[in-house]
């Protein structure tokens, strides 16, 4: 390590950290929300809208900004996917090729963030531990998965958001996950298409 990157790393120690949930409008976000906030109250709410949202997600959103109090700072590529749409010359987003996450949601989280170290919160739940949620490359931002870490599955997360009258969002009539209404990654139900 170089005397410079010392000097760095002794600036980071001396920085507070915060404390961020990423909300995606979805049920395990918005049951996680709920979990950390009846432990702690230093959370920051922030939410990557790629503009191609659901309406029942923005809904959703309100809905548990209303019901816990607090502000959820919404954050917005300068740029819409139809410019990055065109930047990858009309190629869709797909499992291999994540541009849409990539530059929609997680860029615009890293811009907000900066260098300030911070600890992001993400609702993987422990019967989901194939995946891999959001792990920045950044140095300064920690990972953490309270659901893993505590055991909770998705009962879990239905009895919070149950419990505490939240429901889930109505899109689930319909759909299987929340994100972009064109969502490779969505499952339609009941024969409706996203």
């Known amino acids: 390590m170089t005397g410079l990157q010392s000097l ?5 120690i001396d920085k507070p950290v915060r404390h961020i949930v990423a909300l995606s409008g979805g049920k395990d976000s918005t049951a996680l929300a709920v979990f950390l906030r009846k432990k702690f109250q230093i959370f920051e709410y922030v939410f990557c809208d790629s503009g191609e ?13 209303d019901y816990l109090s ?10 819409d996917f139809e410019y990055y749409l065109d930047m990858y ?16 949601k997680i860029k615009p989280f890293e811009e907000y963030v900066g260098d300030e170290p ?4 993400v609702g993987i739940r422990a019967d989901e531990i194939q995946r891999t949620g959001y792990i920045s490359k950044k140095p300064n931002i920690k990972t953490e998965f309270p659901f893993i870490e505590n055991n909770i599955r998705l009962d879990g ?14 899109y689930y009539s319909w759909r299987s996950r929340s994100g972009c209404y064109f969502c490779f990654f969505n499952k339609n139900r009941m024969g409706r298409t996203s």
Not at 53 to 65: A, G, R, V
Not at 89 to 104: E, I, Q, Y
Not at 158 to 169: N, Y
């Open 53 to 65: 949202e659901l309406q029942e997600t923005y809904d959703y959103i309100y809905k548990l900004q």
């Open 89 to 104: 010359k009309g190629v869709l987003p797909d499992p291999n090729k994540r541009w849409c996450t990539r530059m929609l």
């Open 70 to 79: 607090i502000d959820i700072k919404w954050l917005k590529d300068d740029r």
């Open 8 to 12: 760095e790393n002794a600036e980071q």
């Open 157 to 170: 997360v239905l009895s919070i958001l149950k419990q505490e009258g939240l429901g889930l969002p109505e």
């Open 118 to 121: 911070i600890i992001n919160y």
